[in-house]
C-alpha cells in the first residue's frame, strides 16, 4: 500500500517549499482550484454546534492555501444547510453538486449522511463526514464514495458500557433519537452493557422533533434503572433534561457525543443546571504533536469559540480530501477515492487513514463531568488501554448506591464503615 505521511504541522506552520512538489506538465504559474463543500446543520436540532464545524473547516482551508507544500492548488469553501434532516442534506449535497464540488465534507448525523451519501454516490463526488457515527455507514452501499474521520459507534457503545461498569451500575435505560445514530449506538451500548453483569430494562426511542419528555420520563422512572444513558441532540436533549430535573428524577446519567458540548447549556433555560454530575462521552483526539499545533491555532484563530466539538475531525476531513487530491494529481471524483484509499497522515486528531469501508483509524474518546456549567474532562478510553478515570475526585464519587464504582483506595467502603459506626456511638453517649 502506498502511503503519504503529511504533519498537520506544517499546514499550521507554513513549511517552505518542497522542491519538486509541482505535478509534471502543469503550469507552475497556474494553480488548480479545488471547490470544498461543507454540510453543516445550520438550522434543525444541531444547530447549537454549528459554529465549531464551520470554524474548523475554514481553517483548514487557511491553512491549505497558505502551506507552500499545496502551492499548485486554490481551495474555496462553499457552506450548505442541512437543516439537521435527510430532506435537507440530500437537497444541501444536490446543490453542492450541481455547484461543482470536487469534494464534499459532511454531514452532522448519521442519517443526515446517509441521505446525503446516495447523491454523493450517483454523482460521483465524494463525501467525507466529519460527526457521523453510526455503524450504518460502514455497511452502505457506497462504491467507495462515503468516508468518516470520526470512529464507529460499535466502538462507542463500548466505552458508554465500560463508563457504566466502571460505576458499579447493572439496570440501564436508554433513551435514544429514532434515527441511523440512535439506533446503531443504542443496540452497540445494550450489547456491550449485556456482555458483562448489566440489564437494559428498556430502550425508549423518540423523534427528534420531540419537545415534551413527560411521557418518556414516566416511563423511565416506572423501570426505576439506576444508570440513564441518553443518546439525544442539542435541542432535544436539553428539552429532555430539563424535564428530567423538573420531574426530580434521581438516577446517574451518561450522554453520548450528541451532547457532550457545552454549546447544549443555551439550547433550554436551565440545561446546565439540570445536566450537574453528568458524564459524557466523546471521541478526542491522541495526545500528540499535531494535534496539540492544531489545537494552538484554533484557540489562536477563535479565542472566543468554547467547547466546540468535532472540529478536529472536520479539519481533518477538509485535509484528507486535499491531500487525495495532491496524491492522485487530479480533481476528479473516481481518482479522489482511490488516493484516499491509500493515504495515512497526522491531522488534528492524530495519526489518520481509512480501512476498506471508508473508516478512520480514529478510537480515543474523552471521558468528561458536568460541574458548574463546564464539561471537564475527568479520563479517557482508548482501545488497547480502555478506561483511564485521571479526575481523583469523579473517582471516588463516581458509583451505584448499591456500593459499585471507583474507590479512592482499597477498602474505603471499610473505613467508610467504621467512621459511621463512631458516630453513631458518640450520639448516643
Excluded: C
Excluded at 415534551?212 to 422512572?221: L, Y
Excluded at 430539563?242 to 433555560?269: R, S
Amino acid at each position: 500500500m502506498k502511503r503519504i505521511a503529511i504533519s498537520i504541522a506544517f499546514l499550521l506552520f507554513l513549511a517552505p517549499f518542497i522542491a519538486g512538489n509541482a505535478v509534471a506538465g502543469v503550469d507552475l504559474d497556474q494553480t488548480t482550484d479545488v471547490k470544498v463543500g461543507l454540510l453543516s446543520p445550520q438550522t434543525g436540532e444541531l444547530s447549537a454546534y454549528t459554529g465549531g464545524f464551520e470554524r474548523a473547516a475554514e481553517l483548514a482551508v487557511l491553512h491549505l492555501n497558505d502551506d507552500a507544500d499545496f502551492a499548485d492548488y486554490t481551495f474555496t469553501l462553499t457552506v450548505y444547510d442541512t437543516q439537521t434532516s435527510p430532506t435537507g442534506a440530500s437537497a444541501a449535497m444536490t446543490q453542492a453538486v450541481t455547484d461543482g464540488m470536487h469534494y464534499v465534507v459532511g454531514a452532522a448525523g448519521s442519517s443526515n449522511t446517509l441521505a446525503a451519501a446516495a447523491v454523493a454516490v450517483s454523482n460521483e463526488v465524494p463525501l467525507i463526514s466529519y460527526a457521523s457515527t453510526s455503524p450504518d455507514l460502514t455497511t452502505f452501499e457506497d462504491n467507495g464514495y462515503l468516508w468518516r474521520t470520526p470512529p464507529s459507534d460499535a466502538l462507542q457503545g463500548k466505552v458508554i458500557a465500560d463508563v457504566a461498569d466502571e460505576g458499579g451500575y447493572t439496570e440501564m435505560v436508554i433513551i435514544a433519537l429514532d434515527n441511523a445514530y440512535g439506533a446503531g449506538l443504542a443496540a452497540s451500548v445494550k450489547s456491550n452493557f449485556e456482555a458483562g453483569d448489566g440489564t437494559v430494562l428498556k430502550t425508549i426511542s423518540y423523534a427528534a422533533e420531540t419537545t415534551d419528555f413527560a411521557n418518556i420520563v414516566d416511563q423511565v422512572e416506572a423501570e426505576s434503572p439506576d444508570i440513564v444513558v441518553a443518546i439525544s441532540y442539542a435541542t432535544d436533549g436539553s428539552l429532555l433534561f430539563v424535564e428530567m430535573d423538573t420531574q426530580e428524577l434521581d438516577v446517574a446519567v451518561i450522554g453520548a457525543d450528541g451532547i457532550a458540548d457545552e454549546q447544549i447549556f443555551a439550547a433550554t433555560t436551565g440545561t446546565a443546571e439540570a445536566m450537574e454530575g453528568f458524564v459524557t462521552t466523546k471521541p478526542t483526539a491522541v495526545s500528540s504533536e499535531a494535534g496539540t499545533a492544531f489545537v494552538a491555532a484554533y484557540e489562536a484563530a477563535y479565542p472566543d469559540a468554547t467547547g466546540d466539538i468535532y472540529t478536529g475531525e472536520t479539519y481533518d476531513a477538509v485535509l484528507a480530501g486535499a491531500i487525495a487530491i495532491k496524491d492522485a494529481a487530479s480533481t476528479a471524483g473516481a481518482d479522489i477515492i482511490a488516493s484516499l484509499a491509500t493515504i495515512t497522515f497526522d491531522g488534528a486528531t492524530g495519526p489518520l487513514q481509512f480501512d476498506e469501508n471508508g473508516d478512520s483509524s480514529a478510537g480515543f474518546y474523552e471521558i468528561g463531568n458536568v460541574q458548574d456549567g463546564a464539561i471537564v474532562a475527568v479520563g479517557s478510553w482508548e482501545p488497547v488501554g480502555g478506561l483511564d478515570i485521571t479526575d481523583d475526585d469523579f473517582a471516588s464519587s463516581w458509583g451505584s448506591s448499591s456500593g459499585g464504582g471507583v474507590l479512592p483506595f482499597p477498602f474505603f467502603g471499610f473505613f467508610v464503615a467504621i467512621a459511621f459506626s463512631a458516630v453513631i456511638v458518640r450520639r448516643r453517649k
